[in-house]
């Protein structure tokens, strides 16, 4: 039977106040409750009216009173504002929990409704005791009369199987009122699978209530906040994951606004081969005698992904090549390659462009000078992605050639699609420095970089500060390149990404789950750590819009080799790539799983509302299910 009566309203709400006396009376009355243990509520009795009989609600006017002390010994060291604070949060706090109790979550037969648009809160000045501060907070419930009898129908994601994790802003959370510092977030389905954070530098923050268009939430800072599971991953091998969650837009470090197209061959950047460095030649590092020294190439791209294309930094021509950093259309393999001419062999390693074309990227090559392809390493975005190693005959080191250095390049294939910021060092560049480099999807000002700066020795900004056909080199070698092949109309707005962060993630070795937005797209990745190469990614574009939120979900059916990704209730699934070495026995239960952070996505600067896991891959009408259910509780589309 629904719940009709006043009296079982109010008992519901004094449940839900746990910090002091509770009380149900008039605001005169305050002043005549003594020994009163504060923060003190106090509930007004509603007026109610019946608007239409047939239509079978009544309708509660309720103004709720919270009071705290002030002006007491005790309280002197606590600033006013922080205390009208510290008592805002608990009046929010206990909405929460009250609508929690009346909206149906859990499936419960309550016959009680919240009209969101009609909450107001409001601090009050003048109060019964001036030693004491109050908020007064007002709200319309709607009730089913007693003449509405029988179910209500629920759509709660515990009413389907094998729900394994469900975490919500609005419960659960432990968290420093003060601060608003969450330690720990309870898991909500029954399972145990909490998640914490003992670290105080790395909680995020707690967010209350603030209408119906921005419900509590956690705050990440896309610097150091995460939150970890407190046992084992729950994930199996299929799994479906759904997420309520924003990313804010990075700002660039510095202006950035131009970008170089090419159109293939015969489109070229011409950066010469001026002396210096290994050799005598500063872009060749090689002594010409059998030894090689370190370096890095770096490069913003975006590939058009309805060309043939080839080539983005290379030392090469033929019958004189050094080294080259180039993707290969036929393949769909990013390539960067050592050529020993003299010995006729050539050393190399690879990297898969699936899941990056179409979008900017950073791509980042990385030698040690030891000879062999142990220590050459491919990072795309800031994280080491190399499928596999090669070897072409013998190579003992780099042949000294009188080649020039080349962007957009790629002989007999040249670039089509755009690049910028490309540059090259003289060292091979660490991980830190890739990270920094990379900048959370913006490019950074490379001079001032503290750890890398003093072994760039090429910088082409690709239009910044170019007056065709020259693209200086913002490098202190000033050895600026020239256009071939091209027009100032090759000179193109840069787009960088807008905003990136992880939602949730899982890693243990090889093995990955990642879920979060990139470039504005929603994007997820599952990786397989018994496989080489079994790797497997998909995204999808949204609205772009950052201070949206938006429903995400991702799900993978191993035995198919099915994995999809929905932006709210899109009825379309995008995947990309071909997990052909996946092996349907992997499971992901072996290590702890992360909120707000992880290697693909980096930190999330952004909010996370709530996260529901099932252990298996649920089917579209039980997803829809959920999904309904996100969007009628945080009204996204």
């Known amino acids: ?100 109790n009346f909206n149906n979550p859990t499936g419960a037969n309550v016959g009680i409704y919240f009209l969101e648009e009609s909450i107001g809160i409001k601090r009050i000045k003048e109060v019964a005791n001036d030693r004491l501060i109050q908020i007064k907070m007002s709200f319309t419930m709607r009730g089913v009369t007693r003449c509405m009898f029988g179910s209500i129908p629920t759509h709660s994601p515990n009413q389907i199987a094998n729900l394994s994790t469900w975490l919500r802003a609005d419960s659960g959370v ?59 991953s729950p994930i199996n091998t299929d799994f479906t994951i759904f997420t309520v969650a924003q990313s804010e837009p990075v700002t660039p470090a ?62 090469y021509e033929i019958g004189q090549a050094e080294y080259s950093f180039r993707p290969v259309y036929s393949s769909g393999y990013l390539y960067f390659y050592l050529y020993d001419n003299i010995g006729g062999g050539y050393i190399s390693q690879r990297v898969t462009l699936l899941q990056q074309k179409g979008e900017w990227a950073l791509y980042t090559a990385t030698y040690d000078g030891g000879g062999t392809n142990a220590g050459m390493k491919i990072y795309i975005n800031g994280v080491e992605s190399q499928d596999s190693p090669y070897q072409g005959g013998v190579y003992n ?88 092949g091209m027009t100032a109309d090759n000179f193109r707005a840069f787009a960088p990404n807008s905003e990136e962060g992880t939602y949730f993630s899982y890693e243990f070795g090889n093995a990955k789950i990642s879920l979060g937005s990139s470039s504005e797209r929603i994007y997820c990745n599952v990786a397989d750590s018994s496989q080489a190469g079994g790797e497997w990614n998909a995204r999808r574009v949204w609205n772009g819009d ?13 035995a198919s080799k099915n994995l999809g990704l929905k932006y709210n209730n899109d009825t379309t699934t995008l995947m990309e790539g071909i997990m052909s070495s996946y092996d349907n026995t992997q499971t992901y239960n072996a290590a702890k799983f992360k909120i707000g952070n992880g290697t693909h996505l980096g930190n999330l600067d952004g909010n996370v509302q709530e996260l529901i896991i099932y252990n298996r891959a649920l089917t579209l009408i039980e997803q829809n299910t959920v999904i309904n259910y996100l969007n009628s509780k945080y009204k996204i589309y």
């Open 254 to 315: 510095f202006t950035n606004t131009y970008s170089t197209s090419f159109e293939g061959n015969p489109d070229v950047v011409d950066c010469g081969n001026p002396v210096g460095g290994a050799g005598g030649q500063l872009f060749s590092f090689t002594d010409g005698a059998g030894t090689d020294k370190p370096f890095s190439l770096s490069v913003w791209a975006n590939i058009d992904p309805t060309q043939p294309w080839r080539g983005w930094i290379e030392k």
């Open 174 to 232: 432990t968290f420093d009122t003060p601060t608003k510092r969450v330690s720990s977030w309870v898991d909500q389905s029954g399972n145990n699978n909490n998640a914490a954070q003992s670290t105080a530098t790395k909680q995020p923050l707690r967010i209350p209530y603030d209408g119906a268009s921005d419900k509590t939430r956690i705050n990440f800072d896309g610097t150091a906040d995460e939150l970890e599971s407190v046992t084992n």
């Open 1 to 100: 039977m629904a719940i009709t009566r006043l009296t079982d309203i109010v008992a519901a709400m004094k449940s839900k106040w746990t910090y002091g006396d509770k009380d149900f009376a008039y605001e005169f009355e305050v002043n005549q409750h003594h020994n009163t243990q504060y923060p003190y509520m106090m509930i007004v009795p509603p007026n109610s009216e019946i608007p239409e009989v047939y239509n079978g609600w009544e309708a509660y006017d309720f103004e709720i009173d919270f009071f705290d002390l002030y002006q007491t010994a005790s309280q002197q060291a606590v600033a006013l504002e922080q205390k009208w604070d510290n008592l805002e949060d608990l009046a929010l706090e206990w909405l929460n929990n009250v609508m929690i």
């Open 397 to 484: 080191a780099m042949s000294l050639t009188t080649s020039p250095l080349d962007l957009g390049n790629g002989n007999t294939n040249g670039y089509v699609g755009d690049l910028d910021e490309c540059s090259i060092y003289n060292k091979q560049l660490s991980t830190a420095e890739i990270v920094e480099i990379y900048n959370l999807g913006n490019p950074n000002e490379l001079t001032t970089l503290t750890s890398s700066s003093s072994s760039l020795i090429g910088w082409w900004r690709m239009g910044d500060g170019a007056t065709f056909p020259t693209i200086p080199d913002a490098s202190t070698n000033s050895n600026d390149a020239t256009m071939v």
């Open 546 to 558: 950052s201070s949206k939120y938006h429903i995400a979900t991702m799900w993978l059916e191993s």
